[in-house]
């Protein structure tokens, strides 16, 4: 399975806020970043966050990271018709290694 | 200033046959990875290249291959198509390791399709 895990789906309304959810398993994750996938696209960075940080807001995104809980989630404020994709978080294990490790991605619905 | 980019945009092979991708990285940038996609799943880990040398490889059998060239530029190649290949290939360019910590630049992908 999986070593980074989301849940599939989420459904939203236009203008609500939205939070996905990920939890990592291996306590050497570093660096870890939440990337936007939109139907036939390529993904897209949207944030990173260092492990020394707890929170990174970046306008209408806040990343917010338990290391304790080995949990990172991703708010989207104001949440729009054009914010509906796939979201997936990823981690990277050490500054050794170089590749990134996906989850399986959360479907995001947003309703008019 | 162009993004990664990938070609062909979709392929279809027969089981057996082989198949090479190629990627452009972006202006600037001289590490390519690539990614395996499967429908429903994320993206797996195949190898990166830099200094036109492979750096690292993930969990993926020696059918897969690849190559950089001079100008940054890289190939992916797999032999022996099999039908579990079939697959979105991401490319992924940096620059350098350093960079690499704040992100990866993805293109929009080959889609694969071995019938």
């Known amino acids: 399975g999986e070593d980074v895990e989301q849940s599939l789906f989420l459904s939203v309304r236009e203008g609500d806020s939205s939070v996905i959810n990920c939890t990592y398993t291996d306590s050497s994750s570093t660096y870890l970043y939440w990337y936007k996938q939109e139907p036939g696209a390529g993904l897209q960075l949207l944030t990173y966050i260092f492990s020394n940080m707890d929170m990174k807001q970046d306008q209408r995104l806040t990343v917010l990271l338990n290391k304790k809980d080995k949990h990172l989630s991703l708010r989207i404020a104001d949440t729009q018709t054009g914010d509906s994709a796939i979201y997936f978080c990823a981690e990277r294990r050490d500054t050794g290694r170089r590749a990134l490790t996906f989850g399986s991605g959360t479907r995001l619905q947003v309703q008019p | 200033d162009a993004g990664v980019t990938q070609s062909p945009t979709h392929l279809i092979k027969t089981r057996g046959q082989q198949v090479t991708l190629r990627c452009s990285p972006k202006?600037?940038?001289?590490?390519v990875s690539w990614y395996q996609q499967a429908l429903g799943q994320g993206p797996h880990f195949i190898f990166q290249y830099y200094e036109e040398e492979e750096r690292q490889r993930g969990n993926f059998p020696d059918r897969f291959s690849g190559h950089q060239f001079p100008n940054y530029s890289s190939e992916l190649n797999v032999n022996a198509l099999l039908l579990g290949d079939s697959a979105l290939y991401l490319c992924?360019?940096?620059?350098?390791?350093?960079?690499?910590?704040?992100?990866?630049?993805f293109g929009s992908g080959t889609r694969l399709t071995v019938v």
């Open positions: 202006s600037g940038h001289d590490t």
């Open positions: 992924a360019s940096s620059l350098s390791f350093i960079g690499q910590i704040y992100g990866y630049t």
